[in-house]
């Protein structure tokens, strides 16, 4: 427990230092909003990454992953090749001279000024208005439980603590202090995902041993499973089965199909159950 205080502790002097850092780089308008359009190519990578893996990807995927095993791999290439590799390499830096060049501070200030429209500029912010809170608060949610569970801290203490320190370095710091904070945190998430991973294989007697053993154990598949589709954790799913679609049509590409285009959402998760 007095290791867990003293790493907290020290998680916090170095999320508010860097949060100062940010204000302190913080003049004009540009700085706080869009970081003076000149961060740094680690801090922007580490910033994106540890916006992207929150507590969806963190707590979330790992339960679906140990369901339906290293199908769900796909996700994560095909996030990691389109929604970054062609995002960043193909449009980013047009998107980045487009907004130089309009002088927009906001993506909905690009939109608007790029079509010279109104409507779009308050559309695409109103968009972002209504939805980007509900993330938060699905994230928020997942930290705070996070924190009720390995620190034994209440669930209302540790929801507004993290509400209030995350409040604090964003209003703070602005966009550069979001940033450098963020790319700490993607660093911590980065080192220690790959200390788990080699520390998983070391102790299951290497890649391949380990491997073959889960591939081994597609006979502890529960049978409502199996016939659902699912063939162990180290298969794709029979192809058109419920699970494959689940699988494929609403995790990896992000849409909901059903088996049936009779049944209603909640019918076909009554049958899977």
């Known amino acids: 427990m007095a290791l867990n205080i003293v790493l907290v502790l020290f998680y916090l002097v170095v999320i508010f230092y860097l949060g100062y850092k940010g204000w302190r780089e913080t003049r004009i308008a540009s700085d706080y909003m869009i970081a003076g359009r000149e961060i740094n190519p680690y801090v922007m990578a580490m910033s994106y990454g540890a916006t992207f893996i929150s507590t969806s990807a963190i707590i979330g995927f790992g339960g679906v992953a140990a369901l339906y095993g290293f199908s769900v791999i796909w996700l994560t290439f095909l996030n990691i090749f389109v929604g970054i590799f062609i995002a960043f390499v193909f449009f980013g830096k047009r998107t980045r001279k487009m907004g130089r060049n309009l002088d927009a501070h906001t993506f909905p200030e690009i939109l608007g000024l790029r079509y010279e429209s109104r409507f779009i500029q308050g559309f695409s912010g109103l968009v972002i208005f209504i939805f980007l809170p509900v993330y938060a608060a ?14 034994n801290v209440p669930y209302g203490a540790g929801l507004l603590g993290f509400s209030i320190i995350l409040a604090l370095y964003v209003i703070w710091g602005g966009l550069k202090g979001v940033m450098y904070t963020d790319a700490f945190q993607g660093t911590l998430m980065f080192v220690m995902m790959v200390i788990f991973l080699a520390f998983t294989y070391s102790h299951l007697g290497g890649v391949i041993h380990a491997h073959q053993t889960l591939t081994e154990m597609s006979n502890l598949v529960p049978n409502n499973l199996k016939a659902l589709g699912h063939m162990g954790w180290t298969a794709s799913p029979r192809g058109g089965s419920p699970i494959w679609w689940i699988v494929y049509s609403t995790i990896v590409y992000g849409r909901y199909w059903s088996p049936d285009p009779t049944a209603t959402g909640s019918e076909v998760y009554d049958r899977q159950k």
């Open 138 to 151: 699905a994230v928020l949610i997942g930290i705070s439980r996070f924190i009720e569970v390995y620190l």
